[in-house]
Structure formats: C-alpha cells, structure tokens
C-alpha cells in the first residue's frame, strides 16, 4: 500500500529530505564555512544511527521517498555506510544519495555503492590546484581526483559533479570543466552562491542566465530531464552523452515547486535555506514519543514550511552558514 502523500500549506508534495549526519567538515570552503569556525553542535545532541533511522523510517511512512546524505562532510560520520544501508532498506524509500567533497571518497566508495547509495554529487569547483586551494581552503584536487575514479570503477554512473560558480574566481573555467565532464561521463551542475552566513553573502555572486544562454548556443543544447529529486535545470546535448544542471535559488528561483526539507545533525528540521522555520525532533526522540506523536510532529513541521525564500528581499536574513543547515 502506497503512503499518502505529504504536502505542505501550498500544496507541494514534499518526497524528499536532505539528512546531515554531520555539521563537520575538513575543507573551509570560502562560501560556506569559515577558517578558524568553531561553533560546531556537541557529539552528544548528534542524532544516533538508531534515531536517524526511526525518524527517516517516518517520514517514509508519511510518502517520503527521497533522501540525500550530507553534512558538512558526511564521509566524516564514523560508520557512514552502516547508516547507508540502514536507510537504504527501510520501506518506502526507493533512492538514496550522497553528497561529498571526494577528499575520503576514494577508501568509501565500494561500500557505499554495496550499502544501497545509487547516486553521487561531488563538489569540485576548479581543476586548478592553486584554485581548489584558495577556493576550498586546502591542497585537496588530487584526492578529489582520487575519489572520483574510485567511484567510477564502483560503478556510479552518472556522478553529478558541483561548481559553485564565482565571479572573478573561477568563472573562466567553466569549458574547461565541460569539457572535462564531457571526456570524464560526468554531469556538471552550476550553482549560484546564496546569501547564507556572512561566507555566503560575502561570496563573489555570478548571475547564470547568461552563462545557461552562452553554453545552450555554444554546444547546441537543448532542454532535458534527470533522475533525483533537486532543483537543477538541465539542459544536454541531443545524443544524450552531456548534461549540465544550472542552480539559480538567486536569478530564477524554484520555490514553487520545492519538494524537500533539511534536517540537521542534532535532528532541527529546516523547512527552507532561505528562513528561519525549523522543528526539533531530537526532545521527541529522546522523551519516549510513539510513532504516532512523531508522525503528527512531521506534519506540524511540513506546515511551518513557507511559500519562499527571501534572498533577494531580505539577504542578510539568514546567519547560520550552510554546513549548519545541512547541505
């Protein structure tokens, strides 16, 4: 029997939640988190492998079908793969994904593909060793490199590769990562900086509707659809062997169609990047609740979700850095 369908006060169907499993990482990437950032949530309000799993094991009954593995770093969580497979095999979710910034990709893959992951994004905003460096705050491009082959001879196929695209850093260098995608087998995806944190709203803006117009013309590409559950556009080539997402929550927003929910490592839903609206599921989880009580939590949570964001209205709104929020 099918769940019913969980949809918020706008009438989006909401199938899809972004799980942190960590707000650590080991990368200080300029846009998201700070050198020198020590505000990070205590080890024992981290939700436990067992809590994750029964709060995921709601929503999934409540028509959830959709969850992606973030963080801050997730390969970090110690056991991540155990959690993985745990994940993978409750009723009702049918895809399972991952996003990572490679640097301990290459010694987890495997056991990520044979715990039940079906798709890979990998964050990878230059292919210039000195760039990744100052972009990303460490020397990190050989082991991005690394991780990325390690997972294609696990057998991911397609590994959605993200470029944060910033003005005057590292926008030159989108053919060249075209290009690199289209040799590789990857899909690019384009991102836009959003105002999150003083990184965020400190980061070097780059508008994509001109880039998405050059490259449509450029290589002849034309609208298309992929598999999951994010809010890119994408646009291929017509023999289908190159895709390019673009990510645009700034000059062509996707509130309207939003289908998905944050919940952070100490169990904070986050109903959207762009407000304040969350729900703690941690006192619940750890105060006796019955699954009912949980399940009714989650729908009171789904209807705090708002309309949209208001970055472009209120840019300074939002304090926390995005590796807080989760992913």
Known sequence: MNAPALRDQFGRRIDYVRLSVTDRCDLRCSYCMPEG??????????????????????????????????????????????????????PGITDLSLSTNATQLERHAQALKAAGV?????????????????????????????????????????????MVALAGVNDDEIDAMVAFCMERGFVLRLIETMPMGDTGRHAEYLDLQPVKARLQRQFGLVETCLPGAGPARYLGTPDGRFNVGFITPISQHFCATCNRVRVAVDGTAYMCLGQDEKYEF??????????????????????????????????????????????
């Open 118 to 162: 079906t798709r890979l994004n990998v964050s990878l905003d230059s292919l210039q060793q000195a760039r990744v460096e100052k972009i990303n705050g460490r020397d990190v491009l050989d082991r991005v490199m690394a991780g990325l082959a390690a997972a294609q001879a696990a057998g991911f196929a397609p590994i959605k590769l993200n």
């Open 282 to 327: 941690r006192p619940l989880l750890r105060g006796g609740a019955s699954d009912a009580e949980i399940d009714a939590a989650i729908r009171h949570a789904i209807d705090l979700k708002p309309e949209k964001h208001e970055f472009l209205d209120a840019p300074g709104k939002i304090v926390r850095f995005m590796s807080m929020t989760g992913g």
């Open 37 to 90: 950032f020590k505000g990070f949530e205590e080890p024992e309000h981290w939700l436990s492998f067992d809590e994750i799993e029964r709060l995921i094991g709601a929503f999934a009954r409540l028509g959830v079908q959709r969850v992606r593995l973030t963080g801050g770093e997730p390969l970090l969580r110690r056991n991540i793969a155990e959690l993985a497979r745990r994940i993978a095999a409750l």
